[in-house]
């Protein structure tokens, strides 16, 4: 079933929202229930990991559940949507994603509006951010082609281990890096540190549509097994 755009702008947008809400929300909740920042941030993992999967499930059939303009470029590489939708995706995800964290914000209680204080730069957690942005990219890609069943948990399970192997605890996604800019809670960045997050989320899944584009052949090509019948 195809859906238009307008379905699919407002599946972008929700699912943004519901994405960051549970950063921010989980990030709240952890660090308001231990001193222990290893326990706040596992508090924080879990739940994102979970409602990726909740989120790809529901939403996927709609638009594709992208929730993330470094996903949406690697398909707009892929010519498997089109340039203006392209930026119509991106600018839901973005402000899906800012109205995310105010809800978290209403729900603790908490200004609705702030900016957040918590650095997060250097070389390493750029470097970081284009492993995370890369994997992740490269595991939808990987998913889509030989288990497109399996991509809602293969992301949320990613995500959930990039968390930990990751110097910059992955955010992986330009739009969750630019709410998590006005969230001055667990969750946080600085706002002059967001760009430096993006460049590389987006060389990451520049990489990753790359690579993915060559070993896999035709991204939606049958196994050779398949063709042969």
Not at 94 to 112: Q, S
Not at 176 to 205: C, K, Q, W, Y
Request: hydrophobic share 60%; charged share 10%.
């Amino acid at each position: 079933m195809q859906f238009d755009i307008s379905r699919r702008l407002a599946a972008e947008a929700l699912g943004t929202l519901l994405l960051v809400c549970t950063v921010v929300g989980s990030g709240i909740m952890a660090d308001r229930l231990t001193d222990d920042v290893a326990l706040a941030l596992l508090g924080n993992t879990i739940p994102t990991g979970a409602i990726l999967v909740v989120l790809i499930t529901i939403l996927g059939p709609v638009s594709g559940a992208h929730f993330n303009p470094a996903v949406t470029a690697a398909f707009l590489m892929r010519r498997e949507i089109e340039p203006v939708a392209a930026l119509a995706y991106v600018v839901a995800q973005v402000a899906g994603g800012i109205l995310g964290a105010i809800v978290a914000h209403a729900m603790f209680e908490l200004p609705l509006l702030q900016a957040s204080m918590t650095a997060r730069t250097g070389t390493a957690q750029w470097f970081a951010e284009i492993v995370a942005a890369f994997g992740l990219v490269f595991t939808i890609f990987a998913g889509i082609r030989f288990r497109a069943d399996s991509v809602p948990w293969l992301v949320g399970l990613y995500i959930t281990a990039a968390y930990w192997f990751t110097a910059s605890t992955s955010f992986a996604n330009p739009a969750v890096a630019i709410a998590r800019a006005f969230t001055d809670t667990f969750s946080g960045i600085r706002p002059v540190d967001v760009p430096g997050f993006i460049v590389a989320e987006l060389a990451g899944a520049v990489l990753a549509a790359l690579l993915a584009g060559w070993m896999f052949g035709g991204l939606y090509a049958k196994p050779q097994a398949e063709a042969a019948e």
